[in-house]
């Protein structure tokens, strides 16, 4: 599995932005993380295969939306109302397994390239 995310750039504090990561191959569960210079790389989203479940860390909740197109093999990240510290590289990535939504970076098999958020204040 291939994935491929985009949709990143440069957003004054306040707006908005959406991600899309497009996979190669067969997905389950798909998950967002983020990673800001001198940080380990935390979890902000996830959803399962059908799109009826989704998870979201404290952080991002009621400002992140995650949704999926499996028609299209993509998974979008809607950011809105954007601050400062979502500044990160933002990565999308495949679950090893369909249950649960996990949070660990290590339950996820298959990594993007990550696409660069910079949120100016």
């Known amino acids: 599995v291939q994935l491929q995310a985009c949709g990143g750039g440069l957003v004054q504090a306040g707006g908005s932005l959406r991600l899309s990561c497009v996979a190669s191959g067969l997905l389950s569960v798909m998950g967002w993380f983020r990673q800001a210079p001198g940080k380990e790389r935390e979890f902000v989203s996830a959803i399962s295969w059908t799109g009826s479940r989704t998870a979201y860390a404290d952080s991002v909740k009621g400002r992140f939306p995650i949704s999926r197109d499996n028609a299209k093999k993509t998974v979008y990240l809607q950011m809105n109302n954007l601050k400062p510290e979502d500044t990160a590289v933002y990565y999308c990535?495949?679950?090893?397994?369909?249950?649960?939504?996990?949070?660990?970076?290590?339950?996820?098999?298959?990594w993007g390239q990550g696409t660069q958020l910079t949120v100016s204040s």
């Open positions: 990535a495949v679950d090893r397994s369909e249950w649960p939504l996990h949070t660990a970076p290590h339950d996820y098999a298959y």
